[in-house]
């Protein structure tokens, strides 16, 4: 079972609200969580962040850690005269998990407000009806006000960010739900590697980092690892778990440990780094999986920046993910988290060279 320190610090992340776009809830609260391990700040002009831990060897490289702090979502599409909310995506969601969950929708004032999204019940749908999905844009959210006059006078309108309403919950010794596991995971994982880290003296400038606006995009990652400017990088995400069935040879299996994604839709490892990750992994006795996947993550922006950055992505899986019940295994985290340590304390002028020459 993960630290209390861990376990509280993934309940922080989780529960705060960070749509794409309006990330500044996760972003104070790493910022102040980076202070505390002295350094550098610096920033994009987006929202992204990063604390840089410089090393003592005058020639050392830089390695960029990156999670992104947003999370799917949605904002205010418009109000009407009975006080009903109508909305637009912000990331991806597939609408049959949406109705009757409730939400929290975000005043201009930063207070949030308790809603649902309504759910007619299926007596009063024809058979055609009930037998298709409701689509997002005919979905309302009810926050139990009266009329449009009334929502706006809470600070309420078009554009107001809304989210899943979703606890952190600590449901076994293996397994946790909440929402936004991704990608708070990454999050998380910056903070551990700074943890890990204080008092090390590394051959390598250490800036960890969190970006904006990746699911709409991998905007904040094009934006932070230019400001950045590593010699290579280690992208966190959470990728969908695909085991629930039973389906032992399906990619993404919970417990069986963090993922080796070989291939995605907008990425392509450097053959260098992935080896060192999975002999790193090997040499521990440390449980990995083989990893494909249809989407991305902010590897795929930071790779193409400059003339190539070297990039390893370095997942765990999650079922449900972009709803806000997803899970984790414990056990995935804490081994991601050893992983990630084991291959830092081997990064340097010479493994970083060679990792570089891996691909040419």
Same mark, same amino acid.
């Given at each position: =079972? ?13 529960? +705060? ?16 969580? /980076? ?7 610096? @920033? ?5 962040? #990063?604390?840089?831990? +410089? ?28 006080? $009903?909310?109508?909305?637009?995506? *912000? ?16 005043? +201009? ?19 055609? %009806? ?11 959210? %009810? ?41 708070? /995971? ?18 390598? $400038?250490?800036?960890?980092? #969190? ?31 695909? %085991? ?19 291939? %995605? ?15 790193? =992994? ?7 999986? /083989? ?5 991305? !993550?902010?590897?795929? @922006?930071?790779? +193409? ?7 390893? !992505? =370095?997942?765990?899986? @999650?079922? $449900? ?11 995935? /985290?804490?081994?991601?988290?050893? @992983? =990630? ?6 990064? $340097? ?5 060679? *990792?570089?020459? #891996?691909?040419?």
């Amino acid at each position: =079972m993960l630290s209390e320190s861990s376990l509280k610090r993934l309940k922080d992340l989780t529960e +705060k609200m960070a749509i794409s776009g309006d990330e500044v809830e996760v972003r104070r609260y790493l910022e102040e969580s /980076y202070k505390t391990y002295g350094g550098e700040l610096i @920033a994009d002009n987006l929202g992204s962040i #990063a604390l840089v831990k +410089k090393s003592k060897n005058p020639n050392a490289k830089t390695v960029l850690l990156l999670g992104h702090m947003d999370e799917v979502g949605f904002v205010v599409k418009s109000i009407n005269d009975k006080g $009903n909310l109508a909305l637009a995506s *912000i990331g991806g969601w597939w609408s049959q998990t949406l109705l009757g969950q409730r939400v929290l929708v975000k005043a +201009k004032d930063g207070k949030k407000y308790k809603g649902t999204i309504g759910s007619i019940p299926p007596h009063l749908l024809t058979e055609a %009806d009930r037998a298709k999905p409701m689509e997002i844009k005919n979905m309302l959210v %009810d926050i139990g006000c009266v009329s449009k006059d009334e929502v706006l006078a809470l600070g309420i309108n078009t554009g107001s960010a809304v989210i899943l309403d979703g606890s952190f919950e600590v449901l076994s010794e293996k397994r946790l739900l909440a929402k936004a596991f991704d990608n708070r /995971y990454g999050c998380a994982m910056g903070l551990e590697a700074l943890e890990a880290f204080k008092d090390v003296d590394l051959d390598v $400038n250490l800036v960890v980092g #969190a970006s904006v606006q990746e699911e709409v995009g991998l905007r904040g990652a094009l934006t932070l690892s230019y400001a950045v400017k590593p010699d290579v990088a280690i992208i966190f995400d959470c990728s969908p778990a695909n %085991d629930a069935s039973g389906d032992t040879e399906a990619f993404g299996q919970l417990g069986k440990g963090p993922l080796v994604r070989f291939i %995605d839709a907008n990425y392509l490892p450097n053959r260098g780094f992935l080896d060192l990750y999975v002999d790193t =992994m090997e040499k521990h006795k440390l449980p990995y999986q /083989y990893y494909q996947s249809l989407g991305g !993550t902010d590897a795929g @922006a930071v790779h +193409k920046q400059f003339s190539g950055i070297p990039t390893l !992505t =370095m997942c765990i899986c @999650a079922r $449900n993910i972009h709803t806000n019940s997803s899970i984790i295994d414990q056990d995935d /985290y804490q081994n991601a988290q050893i @992983a =990630m340590v084991k291959v830092i304390e081997q990064l $340097n002028e010479k493994t970083i060279d060679q *990792i570089v020459k #891996a691909n040419r």
